[in-house]
């Protein structure tokens, strides 16, 4: 999804290939969250929740100061792809334009994704249901130029999620 969004947006091909291996590490920061909390069937608590959210910082060190473009992006995905257009989001509460844009692609990828497949926590949305969030959620959570360009592509993302889960 991340890769086809940022080909629709004229990011150039060495961009591209970076950034397909750069978004699949964006939640590498879990590695520091424990299991109990990761695994956790139920809600988190507020204290949970505030350990959960460190796996952006985390992430994002482990990729600090490297001079390497798909290290850089790794990182600023990493750090940044939980932060909300509007400002409401961590670590940061950057907004807008201020928020890199390769992390505001994976924002509407990976919740789109985290939607549409069951979690320990939650069953599956239905497609329509999570296509509804994102829209509902445009220039709130989500950059509108990247849900605009989610929506135009949207049956072709829906072919790389099937190809993908085939295997």
């Known amino acids: 999804m991340c890769e086809h969004i940022a080909e629709s947006l004229g990011c150039s091909s060495d961009e591209i290939r970076n ?6 590490l964006h939640d590498v920061g879990k590695i520091a969250v424990p299991d109990s909390i990761l695994l956790k069937p139920g809600f988190l608590t507020k204290d949970e929740f505030s350990v959960i959210k460190q796996h952006t910082t985390v992430g ?4 600090s100061n490297s001079r390497l ?7 600023e995905i990493a750090k940044y792809h939980h932060e909300h257009w509007d400002g409401s989001g961590y670590p940061l509460n950057l907004s807008g334009n201020d928020i890199p ?9 990976d919740i789109f994704d985290a939607l549409t497949h069951d979690r320990i ?5 239905p497609l329509n249901a999570a296509k509804q969030y994102i829209a509902d959620h445009k220039g709130h959570i989500f950059d509108p130029k ?3 360009i989610f929506f135009t592509n949207y049956d072709e ?9 085939d295997g």
């Open 157 to 165: 993302i829906l072919k790389i999620m099937d190809r993908y889960q």
């Open 19 to 24: 950034f397909k291996i750069a978004s699949m």
């Open 121 to 125: 926590y939650k069953m599956a949305w």
């Open 101 to 109: 844009i390769w992390a505001r692609i994976v924002t509407v990828a």
């Open 60 to 63: 994002g060190k482990l990729f």
């Open 146 to 148: 990247i849900v605009d």
């Open 69 to 75: 473009q798909l290290l850089q992006m790794a990182e």
